[in-house]
């Protein structure tokens, strides 16, 4: 029985083998790319604001490029599991994923063991949207305007409170920043995402929410919550009326989350990744596609692939500095 | 109530179209085959399908959606019922007595209890939405952190009733569940706990790995040390696919009940489903003339909890469509999807789009008949394939198993995970522990420690924030006093176990 | 069966002791926010009181601890069957991140059927063909599960 049992075994190992040389990858020239679908990793559950995102854009993939874009999601460690498996993946160009705030720029804060360089083992290819973070109080609060807010702030230091989505999540560190800028002194009362924060902040539980645009839209909307003032430079499109930071006097307090496609580091032939980038500006250029990120909260804002790393790294030592300031740090 | 009839109308006008209830028949469907095997739960699911729904009005794909949801509901009781495996967080109630029952040859009524308890509890909640959603949404609000760790307090120390053994047994079950559920990042102060440098337990332990390993692999292991041949769970006959008048007559209280409790406590986040399964049984096993024989089948035990949840899960849907706040991983998807469609739910959508409100609150109903409709006669299958020899039924098992503990975040690691789990529960059998304290523990873990945490941030470290509010004292009492109470009696029964043997002569 | 308890209850006071060292050098922070060590520190000496508890009533209870459940004695047998399932799901799982779903629920099948459950090869390989092909065309293609590449690109 025994030798029954090698021999089979050789058998399969053999077809093995030789099933393995025959699809081994081939050198694919720039001008054919892509000959195969690629693989966009996502890393978080589905549902969120990136993976909305992200489906949009490969939904276009098959019109554009020949060959359509699967979504494949793998959540886990903020972000930072799935990205890890980008910047480990073959760079042929099949293997792409997201980037954003708080897999590129923060991630290496939180965790000096982050199993990958943001800066040295990935390609940054095309930067997709920006959006801002929205300061909101209740309705019914008698703090509604911001200057309102920095005054009895300022008086009373220490009493308010105000909520984020998580321990050094891009709400947590905007919410640092407006105090470092303000020179305030607000507590941060970390929630596990944003739904719970939001209820607190609507049942009165908590003084005020740094958020997403997209996730208290509706509330908004509804008049439920009052938005104070946006965090990033410019206004945001779907709320006109609400000043920005800036204009109010804290431009220190200016911070702009972000999402972007990334590859693994050495992405050749090198023009696979300027086609991609193209293709991501053509996509973004699209009336409709742009209607619907507006609605998300975000603002389509293509960067090609050295804008973008310039804009990733500056990223990167902004919140590295708010980091230290503030003492958010890994342990 | 006026106001009421016309909204159903409406309602019913638009889930009843051709177009939505086909596609809330084909969402029921597939959430019934997806529920039933195991690991590739409504979330896995939706995500798969989310984008087929591009091609559809928001409303005929959110009620598909949604159909979807609560099938796969319905199809993690099958399989706590007939393998052992928990589909879904709240089915881990059912896999008490339910396997139980399936074991004794009664999987049938088990089945059909199921199903005829979550249909009823289901036109309940229907109702119980239309009329008091809003209202129910505001006493949401008022749940702060001081209300959710008193609660879940409340929830922890229930949780150790559900141990058959030994109380200090239980009781440990419970602790070592709340260590398990502190690795991983702490919510309040964001540092890596017991994460050995891996990077997959910066999350925390996986809850589907667990228990498709506790339950699951670990009864696998157990039943796969004798080698057999045919199957091994007794046979009935046909005519017993269907709960007798005597299981009806035991059922109807335990799912009345279980759809009030279900109802009331689905509404709040994170945990509504577990928590309405878990009040239920508790309930039942407190309030049953034979509380000792819980746990060997009591079809009480199964009606309750499967009411609660169901309940619960319509329950849940309260935040999502009165204020637009998804309360747990599958709703935010929905949301999602809500999004894609270019509808966001929120506190205006009763008011601004009413037929999708309407209707998708009908269409549970709708859904809850179908899911009905669909499943008696499945049960006939359900049924058959235990009957499957034991030898080919359990490495299938096994490759659900491994199946769904993959597609759950596409990961190899959580496979090898939830086969450690195994391992655990079949050892943990071996030495007289049971599993179902220490998992419910670990859900509700987090939620208390976090809800503590926030508690005393905004409290600025005044601890009698717990006292001065009347929900959050009147949980911590009663939790009280079930542990005094519990403490108490197991000591007595202690105490006069030792005097019976003295006597007897050692 | 005085044993079972006793070596549980000694296995559950090493590992209690064992977080609560760990725990106890994580910061406690202060009562207005509870730093990362306080849950796990005291849930730690929770569990080693409770651990103590069932030592002591294995003692005490002595030879008449009678469990109802059907936990029986572990003969070699029987230890072999399950510590070789255990090893082929484990054979199963890294087969289907390097050799891909459909051929490691094959080899999975087979070692099953053939090896613990003594099928004749020719059932064996039949059982593992069909299954493996049923539940690549349910999982893999009509599910849409995104399972790993294995060697052949399947």
Redesign the interface.
Known sequence: MFK?LCRIELI?LVL??L??GL?APKQVEAADFPTNPIQLIVPYAPGGVTDIVGRLISEKSREFLGQPM?V?NKPGAGGTLGTDFVAKSAPDGYSLGTIGTGTFAIAPILNPNLPYDPVKALTLISRLTIFSLVIMVRADSPLNTLEKLVDYAKKNPGKLNYGSAGVGTALHFGGELFNRAAGIRMVHVPFKGTPPALMALLGGHIDLFFSNYIDAVEQVKAGKVIPLAVTTPERVIAIPHVPTVAEKGYPDAVITSWIGITGPAGITPLPIVDKLSAFIRKVLSIPDIQKKMITLGVTPAHLGPKEFEKFAKDQLEQFRDLARTANIKA? | MDNLINNLYLGFSVSLSLTNAFYCFIGVLIGTL?GVLPG?GPTA?IA?LLPMTFYLSPVTGIIMLAGIFYGAQYGGSTTSILVNIPGEVSSVITTLDGYQMAQQGRAGPALGIAAFGSFIAGTLATFGLGIVAPFLAGIALKFGPPEYATLMFLALITATFLGQK?M??S??MV??G??LS?IGR?T??G?P??TLGILQFEDGLGFIPLIMGLFG?SE??SN????VRGQIFATSKIARLLPSLKDWRRSIGPILRGSGLGFFLGILPGGGGLISSLASYIMEKKISRTPENFGTGMIEGVAGPEAANNAGAQGSFIPLLCLGIPCNATMAILIGAFIIHGVQPGPLTMTQNPELFWGVITSMYTGNVLLLILNLPLIGIWVKILKVPY??L???I??FC??GA??LN?S?FE??LT?FF??LG?IM?????EPAPMVLAFVLGPLF?DA??QA??I???D?RVFLNRPLSLGFLVAGLALLAMSVISNLQK?RSN?MK?VEEG? | MKS??L??AIV?LSFSIG?CY??SR??F????????GF??FY??I??AA??F??LI?AI?R?A?EV?P?A?GS?TKE?AL??IL??IF??L???A??R?G?P?A?F???VG??KF????S?FLSIL?AVS?SLS?YLL?GVW??????KG???I
Do not use: H
């Open positions: 029954k399969l093995c083998v099933f393995a699809s699967v494949v342990e | 997806i590739i699911t798969i030994s200090p047994k009781l440990a602790v070592l709340l260590i502190t702490d309040i102060t540092f706990r017991f692999i696998v292991l796969v040390e004798e080698k030898s080919i359990y490495p299938l096994l490759l491994v199946v993959y597609s596409n190899i496979v090898y086969v195994g391992v079949y059998r071996k030495i007289d522990y420690e503590l945490g005393l941030l409290s600025r470290g601890y202690f030792r043997k050692d | 079972k308890g070596i549980s559950l977080i760990q725990a994580y910061p922070g202060t009562v207005s926010k509870i730093g990362p849950f796990p849930l730690s929770a569990l409770l651990s508890i069932i009533r005490l002595g008449e469990s459940s936990t572990i029987k069957r399950v399932v255990l799901s484990l199963y799982t890294w289907m991140g050799l779903f051929i629920t080899l999975f099948i099953v059927f613990v459950e003594s099928y090869w059982g299954i539940s999982f599910l849409q599960c995104q399972f790993p060697w052949l690109g």
